[in-house]
């Protein structure tokens, strides 16, 4: 069983810059993939990045590649997103995911096992 926190999350302008962390219960962490995804109402989740369980591999969905930056600390059980140039069009509700072990570096939301409770990120023109 994992239990993962976001935090970090708020109002910003655009251009401004926000990191949000999630952290996990337990001592799997390190063996899965860890994703984050965003969620606007209405809409479903889509893919942001992903980090390999040992942070030797990233994917970042096209939109947010160059300012978004995705790493992880085994040590303290937490993977980071660093987000830069913060756009209107990033306002959701940001989720991290641990991948099931078989999966890979996945962009399938039906491919994580565990998620969290999400954290709202809203970014003001």
């Known amino acids: 069983q994992m239990t993962l926190k976001e935090s970090g999350g708020g109002l910003v302008q655009a251009g401004d810059s926000l990191t949000l962390s999630c952290a996990a219960s337990?001592?799997?962490?390190?063996?899965?993939?860890m994703g984050w995804f965003r969620q606007v109402s209405g809409k479903e989740r889509e893919f942001v990045s992903i980090?390999?369980?040992?942070?030797?591999?990233?994917i970042y969905e096209d939109s947010v590649k160059g300012r978004f930056t995705i790493n992880r600390d085994n040590a303290k059980n937490t993977v980071y997103l660093q987000m830069n140039s913060l756009k209107p069009e990033d306002t959701a509700v940001y989720y991290c995911g641990a991948a099931a072990p078989h999966a890979g570096l996945t962009r399938y939301s039906k491919d994580y096992d565990y998620w969290g409770q999400g954290t709202q990120v809203t970014v003001s023109s």
């Open positions: 980090i390999s369980f040992n942070g030797d591999s990233t």
């Open positions: 337990g001592r799997s962490f390190r063996f899965h993939a």
